[in-house]
Each structure stands twice: as structure tokens, then as C-alpha cells.
């Protein structure tokens, strides 16, 4: 029922070299978390409903957060978790170049749409 997020961003090689497996659903990591790391969470999902059938599909709107240490960091750890997910749908929103004003972490936040077949 739910995309399997955790399974593709592991799996990237890219993604698994900056990271590991500190990949966190529910937009949250434990305290105290190794940088750099990925937080994710379901902003929508909707059934692709139809008169005939049950709905083949969801379209789920997740945010993928990407947090590291270093601006230069981050954009690389961007950029391969955008690679990891893109064959899954479609990215529709980039905010870039943000700072966490409290921990002064560096965060991009990929939007995507995922199409999870059911």
C-alpha cells in the first residue's frame, strides 16, 4: 500500500555511498543521527479510480529530504536520491539551498510524484 521509497533509495549504489541506510520515514530522523542522511513523508496520496475496476494504481506526493553538513554535500546527495526515484515517477518540485536555521544543516527537499501500481 505504500511506495516502496526506503527499497530504491537503498538499492541506488550512489544514494548507499553517501548515506548508508539513514533513511527515515515520517519526515523525522532519530536524535543524535550520523550525517548525512534522508527523510521522506507522504504529503498526498489519491487513487487512480475508475468506473469499472478498483484503481490500478496510487499517485503518492512524497518529499524526500536530503540533509548533510556541507552545501556541496547536499547537492550531491540530491542529485543521486533524483536519480534513484525518477525511474518511479516524476520529480515536481525542487527547493534548493536552504539552511536548517537551528542545526544549520543544508536541506533540499525533492517533491515527487511516485505511481505505485497496487
Not at 518529499?63 to 556541496?72: G, K, M, R
Not at 515517477?89 to 544549520?104: D, F, L, M, S, W
Request: glycine share 4%.
Amino acid at each position: 500500500m505504500f511506495p516502496p521509497i526506503y527499497a530504491a533509495l537503498s538499492a541506488a549504489p550512489a544514494v548507499a555511498a553517501i548515506v548508508a541506510d539513514r533513511i527515515y520515514r515520517h519526515g523525522d530522523a532519530p536524535q543524535n543521527t550520523t550525517l548525512p542522511y534522508i527523510t521522506w513523508q507522504s504529503v498526498a496520496s489519491v487513487p487512480e479510480n475508475n468506473l469499472s475496476d478498483i484503481p490500478p494504481f496510487d499517485r503518492w506526493v512524497l518529499q524526500i529530504n536530503c540533509w548533510h553538513p556541507a552545501d556541496v554535500g547536499v547537492v550531491t546527495l540530491a542529485e543521486a536520491v533524483r536519480a534513484a526515484v525518477e525511474p518511479h515517477g516524476h520529480v515536481t518540485g525542487i527547493p534548493v539551498n536552504q539552511r536548517e536555521p537551528q542545526t544549520k544543516l543544508y536541506w533540499v527537499a525533492l517533491q515527487m510524484d511516485w505511481l505505485f501500481n497496487r
